[in-house]
């Protein structure tokens, strides 16, 4: 059974840092691609980064230069840096994965079999 857990949310401030973790149970995250996103009130979940089954790694625009995500295939775990943080990134942010490679269908949720619980950010200013 595949499961993810998502830990590291909470409250800074504005131009803060947050890591995000999100640990795998059930497979072997190196063959999965892996996603993170969020969902902000009113918006639909957003694709922010993911590492495919190759190595191949994407971002966001809104993303790109702040956030990094990054694997440790020993603790089979996920993460997601978050540096320079603004109030528009109070979201719920969540983890997925799909077991086959997504190449540009990344930033999709639709594309993606397994997700986290998710975990709660708040940026204020």
């Known amino acids: 059974q595949v499961l993810l857990v998502e830990s590291g949310g909470g409250s800074v401030q504005s131009g803060g840092s947050l890591r995000l973790s999100c640990e795998a149970d059930?497979?072997?995250?190196?063959?999965?691609?892996m996603g993170w996103f969020r969902r902000a009130p009113g918006k639909e979940r957003e694709g922010l980064a993911a590492?495919?089954?190759?190595?191949?790694?994407n971002y966001a625009d809104s993303v790109k230069d702040r956030f990094t995500i990054s694997v440790d295939n020993a603790k089979n775990t996920l993460y997601l840096q978050m540096n320079s943080l603004k109030p528009e990134d109070t979201a719920m942010y969540y983890c997925?994965?799909?077991?086959?490679?997504?190449?540009?269908?990344?930033?999709?949720?639709?594309?993606?079999?397994?997700w986290g619980q998710g975990t709660q950010v708040t940026v204020s200013s």
């Open positions: 590492i495919d089954t190759d190595g191949t790694i």
């Open positions: 997925a994965a799909n077991h086959l490679a997504l190449g540009r269908n990344w930033p999709f949720k639709y594309e993606y079999n397994y």
């Open positions: 059930g497979f072997i995250i190196s063959t999965y691609c």
